[in-house]
C-alpha cells in the first residue's frame, strides 16, 4: 500500500485513499490546530492600500474592534465605528474583513485567546471546573460582549478558541471513568450557572454604561435606596434577604459561594453513581 507525504499538521504518514481528493489530515484534531493555525496566521500586518506610515492591517481592526466593543457594547459596533476609530475610511477595512459578522468571529477567537488556558493538569475534578469556572468569569468581566457568542446553545458555531475552552474544561473529568453522556450532564449544569451569573454581570455593565452616559448628559441618578423591593412593610421577606445579601452588591461572593453549590452537587451525583472522586 503507498504511502502519501505526512499530515499537513503532525506529519504523521497518511494512507493513500483509492479515490476522491488525498487527505491532508491524520484527524480532525489535526484539522483544527490547522484551522488555528490558519486563523492566527490571518492576524499578520497587510499593508494598506495608501502605503501610510501605519498600516492598516487585519490586527489592528480586530483590536479595535475590541476596544469599541468594551467601551461601548457589541450593539454600537459597526464597520463605520471600527473605521472612525481607526481614523480611515469604513470600505478600506473590507479589503481585509469580510463583513461586521467576520469581524466579530475575529474578535471572539482573539479575546478568548488573550486569556490563556491552563497548561499544567487539574488536581482533580473540582480543582479543573474551579479553574475553568474563573478563567470564563474574567472573560466576561474583560469583555461583557462576548457572552452572546459562547453561550451554550444547540446552535453554536465553530470557534477553535471556544472548542479549547471547553476541552480544556471536560478534562476536568478524567479519569473518572465518567460515561459522556454522564459529563455531558455535568458540564451543561456547570456551564449553566457560570453563564447564568454572567448574564447578571453583563446587564450590571450595561446598567452602568447607560447611567454613565445619562450623568454626562446631565440626567440625575437614581437613588437605590428608595428601591420598592427594599420597602419592609410591602415586601418584609425580600426587603430583609436583600438588603442582607445585596446590599451591598458583590457579585463576585454571590458567583463564588454559588460555584461552591453547584460543585457540591457534582459531587454528591458522582457519589451516587459510586465514583470516589
Not at 133 to 157: F, G, K, S
Request: aromatic share 8%; charged share 25%.
Amino acid at each position: 500500500m503507498s504511502v502519501q507525504p505526512g499530515c499537513a499538521s503532525c506529519g504523521k504518514a497518511l494512507e493513500s485513499t483509492d479515490r476522491g481528493r488525498p487527505r491532508l489530515y491524520c484527524s480532525r484534531a489535526c484539522q483544527a490546530r490547522a484551522y488555528r493555525a490558519r486563523r492566527t496566521e490571518a492576524l499578520t500586518d497587510v499593508p494598506d492600500a495608501t502605503g501610510s506610515a501605519s498600516p492598516l492591517t487585519v490586527e489592528r481592526i480586530v483590536r479595535a474592534g475590541i476596544a469599541v466593543a468594551d467601551a461601548e457594547g457589541l450593539d454600537a459596533l459597526s464597520m463605520r465605528r471600527v473605521a472612525m476609530e481607526l481614523g480611515t475610511g469604513t470600505m478600506s477595512l473590507y479589503r481585509h474583513v469580510a463583513s461586521k459578522d467576520d469581524l466579530v468571529t475575529l474578535m471572539v477567537e482573539v479575546a478568548m485567546t488573550d486569556v490563556p488556558l491552563p497548561d499544567s493538569p487539574p488536581r482533580n475534578w473540582r480543582h479543573g471546573l474551579e479553574r475553568a469556572a474563573y478563567r470564563d468569569w474574567e472573560l466576561y468581566h474583560l469583555h461583557p460582549w462576548i457572552l452572546p457568542r459562547v453561550m451554550v446553545t444547540t446552535r453554536a458555531y465553530f470557534s477553535p478558541a471556544l472548542a479549547a475552552d471547553s476541552e480544556s474544561a471536560f478534562s476536568s473529568f478524567d479519569g473518572l471513568d465518567l460515561e459522556p453522556a454522564d459529563a455531558f450532564r455535568y458540564m451543561f449544569m456547570f456551564a449553566s450557572y457560570v453563564q447564568g451569573v454572567a448574564l447578571i454581570l453583563v446587564s450590571d455593565a450595561e446598567a452602568e454604561r447607560h447611567a454613565k452616559t445619562a450623568a454626562e448628559q446631565g440626567a440625575k441618578a437614581p437613588d437605590h435606596a428608595q428601591n420598592p423591593l427594599y420597602d419592609p412593610v410591602a415586601y418584609p421577606r425580600l426587603a430583609r434577604a436583600m438588603r442582607a445579601g445585596a446590599s451591598p452588591w458583590d457579585l463576585d461572593a454571590s458567583f463564588a459561594s454559588g460555584l461552591a453549590g453547584v460543585l457540591d452537587g457534582i459531587a454528591a451525583g458522582l457519589a451516587r453513581q459510586g465514583i470516589d472522586a
